[in-house]
């Protein structure tokens, strides 16, 4: 089993920065894709960003130039580094993360999300 645990979420300012980490723990083999979610009450899930395991990014519309994601193989994290911040962008953020884990003798293929983590943006 897989479990994925977000952090970092605040309540910032307008035109602030923020940077939120997810973890993914368990006996992982390897994540293959990781991707941040939000919803805002009243709203439907939206993505913001994904990030193969070869690096290759990519961003939901509405981020593009002010959101960079990145990850850190080594610690099974991924980070979002938003900049600057509209209060429109208030929401929970989630954290996806795809991949293989050993599980009781068999590699098995997991697709894990997280609590998320509550950004404000607000004055």
């Known amino acids: 089993q897989v479990h994925v645990v977000e952090s970092g979420g605040d309540l910032v300012q307008p035109g602030g920065s923020l940077r939120l980490s997810c973890a993914a723990s368990?006996?992982?083999?390897?994540?293959?894709?990781m991707a941040w979610y939000r919803q805002a009450p009243g709203n439907r899930r939206e993505l913001v960003a994904t990030?193969?395991?070869?690096?290759?990014?990519n961003y939901g519309d509405s981020v593009k130039g002010r959101v960079t994601i990145s990850r850190d193989d080594a610690k099974n994290r991924a980070y979002l580094q938003m900049n600057p911040l509209k209060p429109e962008e208030t929401a929970v953020y989630y954290c996806n993360a795809g991949g293989r884990y050993y599980s009781g003798g068999s590699f098995m293929e997991f697709d894990s999300w997280g609590q998320g983590t509550q950004v404000t943006v607000s004055s």
């Open positions: 368990g006996t992982i083999v390897s994540i293959y894709n």
């Open positions: 990030i193969t395991s070869g690096g290759s990014t």
